[in-house]
């Protein structure tokens, strides 16, 4: 079956540094997407791209927040200076566009901002 | 996506059938019912779709009354490894001007003892 893969699969960081979660959707899926997870909390949408665009975001996805597709295959959320509330699960998805069926999520990158 | 009401936690034992009941009384003509699957430290996972009357696969079944205003997902003989948070979403196809976003609840954490 195929497969989202996210790297890594832990980060720690400085608060104030930069990182780069990255990510490898299924190979013929078209929108791609950012959800996190704080630590007890429910699943948030960030971030939506389609067409080598943002189509949405939410409020969470401030100036700090970017996506890049920079090839192909790699689909890449940076965090330009994180925050310790930036620390939680970050949720890699794809979809083929079938319907709310049609999503596949990875298995996260837990980032721990110190 | 139509906003929805389910239990936020459940206790079961090893072989019992486990019904988890979702309430979804604004759902639109055109929404599906979808319940995702999400277990410790990974990201959700589809388990079952439907529209009305009962859907069954390899791993529920999914029971929805005439109205609609509700969606039984029923679990056969869970065990130990179904151990998981449960999420009910309610929405329609994903079309060329939706982004595709999920809305997640706070789901049904459900825990099956020995």
């Known amino acids: 079956e195929p497969e989202v893969t996210q790297t890594p699969s832990h980060q720690v960081t400085q608060m104030g540094q930069e990182v780069i979660l990255r990510c490898v959707p299924i190979?013929?899926?078209?929108?791609f997407y950012w959800y996190r997870q704080i630590l007890g909390q429910k699943v948030e949408f960030l971030v939506s791209f389609y067409n080598n665009e943002i189509s949405e975001k939410s409020e969470i996805f401030d100036d700090q927040f970017s996506v890049e597709r920079p090839d192909g295959s790699n689909f890449t959320l940076k965090i330009r200076s994180t925050k310790l509330e930036d620390s939680a699960m970050y949720f890699c998805a794809s979809s083929s566009g079938g319907g709310v069926r049609g999503y596949t999520f990875g298995s996260g990158t837990r980032l721990t901002v110190v | 996506l139509a906003k929805t009401t389910q239990p936020i936690s459940m206790d079961s034992y090893e072989g019992q059938e486990v019904n988890i009941t979702c309430s979804h009384n604004n759902i639109a003509t055109n929404d599906y019912i979808t319940w995702y699957q999400q277990f410790p430290s990974q990201g959700p996972r589809f388990i079952i779709q439907g529209y009305k009357t009962k859907v069954t696969n390899e791993v529920a079944s999914l029971f929805i009354p005439a109205d609609r205003k509700s969606s039984t997902l029923s679990l056969p003989r869970v065990s130990l490894s179904d151990t998981a948070v449960y999420y009910c979403l309610v929405g329609d196809k994903i079309g060329s001007s939706n982004t595709g976003k999920l809305i997640f609840g706070q789901g049904t954490t459900l825990q099956v003892k020995p």
């Open positions: 190979s013929n899926h078209l929108y």
